[in-house]
């Protein structure tokens, strides 16, 4: 499975940025797929994630300002993050696996993308 990530850059705070992630190879549109994120100096963390069936989860601190999505004909997951601050600067990776658990660990991985927020 590969996933190509698209749509980073530089945004002022309070601004909007959407995300891409599209997957190719030997992938399904039943397998889970989501976002991580890793800021400078700290670990890698969960950011969302969507099913097969549309159900979404999400980290407590993106909920109401970031949205998830998939389109299950192109094999492609989104990110639409509005109202970004300064903590939402991070490389984003998209990430996917047939199956979601908590503490999800995907088998997937994209190359990450760069979201940056200025003040």
């Known amino acids: 499975v590969q996933l190509q990530a698209s749509g980073g850059g530089l945004v002022q705070a309070g601004g909007s940025l959407r995300l891409s992630c599209a997957a190719s190879?030997?992938?399904?549109?039943?397998?889970?797929m989501g976002w991580f994120r890793q800021a400078p100096g700290k670990e890698r963390e969960f950011v969302a994630a969507?099913?097969?069936?549309?159900?979404?989860y999400y980290i407590d601190s993106v909920k109401g300002r970031f949205t998830i999505s998939r389109d299950n004909n192109l094999n492609t997951v989104y990110l639409q993050m509005n109202s970004l601050t300064r903590e939402d600067t991070a490389v984003y990776y998209c990430?996917?696996?047939?199956?979601?658990?908590?503490?999800?660990?995907?088998?997937?991985w994209g190359q990450g993308t760069q979201v940056t927020v200025s003040s």
């Open positions: 990430a996917a696996d047939p199956a979601y658990r908590s503490s999800w660990y995907p088998n997937y």
């Open positions: 190879g030997r992938t399904s549109n039943r397998y889970a």
């Open positions: 969507v099913l097969w069936n549309k159900y979404v």
